[in-house]
């Protein structure tokens, strides 16, 4: 089992024993951010054959009774208004979510048009309070920007409605992926308690 794949089973493992039934992770960010490949690496599958998506991917893992399911969301354009419709009707009683921002490190010229689709969603209305992880991708590229100097450009300080972490990864190489997929299980354990 990868070194992915494990801390995708940790995130199973401490919810043992607490109400949810289901674990919703959805992926989100910009075409070519690198959702798809996150998704594939999380699952220990072939990152190398990756196409845009048109629609949404879904994997799904259960584990005595928990169920982990993993959505990622097409980023391009047209797509991106049907965002918000992945997210709805979620009673947080029977099933807890969160949500993946992925950023294109390297791609600085798209900065500010990740920062408002990302500022739209923080606005939503029953988005309020969940949890946000952003994975600040493709670390690997000698262009990339340093996750602190993403996170100071998209006004991360500013939302204090929410638990948020940025954290700087390779979706190719699956470094910094663990790291974000305990930040996601710890920060559900504790809100819960």
């Given amino acids: 089992m990868g070194e992915v794949q494990k801390g995708l089973f940790s995130v199973i493992e401490k919810l043992k024993g607490t109400t ?3 674990l919703r992770i959805v992926l989100l960010g910009l ?3 690198g959702k798809t490949t996150l998704l594939k690496q999380l699952a220990s599958e072939d990152v190398n054959t990756i196409t845009p998506t048109q629609g949404f991917n879904i994997k ?7 169920k982990l399911n993993v959505w990622d969301i097409g980023g391009q354009r047209k797509i991106r208004p ?8 979620t009673d947080l009683l029977s099933i807890s ?11 600085k010229k798209r900065f500010e048009e990740t920062g ?6 923080i606005d939503e209305e029953n988005l309020k309070g969940v949890p946000l992880l952003i994975f600040a991708n493709k670390q690997d590229l000698a262009t990339a920007s ?4 993403i996170a100071e450009g998209l006004n991360l300080h500013t939302y204090r409605d929410r638990e948020w972490q940025i954290q700087a990864c390779s979706a190719v190489s699956g470094e910094g992926v663990q790291d974000g997929m305990n930040w996601i299980s710890n920060n559900i354990v504790n809100k819960k308690k």
Avoid: R
């Avoid at 799904?60 to 928990?66: E, I, N, P, R």
């Avoid at 049907?82 to 009707?89: A, H, I, M, R, S």
């Fill in 116 to 121: 408002l689709e990302l500022s739209e969603l």
């Fill in 60 to 66: 799904s893992v259960a584990c005595d009774g928990m």
């Fill in 82 to 89: 049907f965002w918000k419709k992945y997210l709805e009707n």
């Fill in 146 to 149: 340093p996750a602190s100097e």
């Fill in 20 to 22: 949810e039934q289901e």
């Fill in 31 to 33: 075409d070519n951010a």
């Fill in 97 to 107: 979510i969160t949500y993946i921002y992925v950023i294109d490190s390297a791609d």
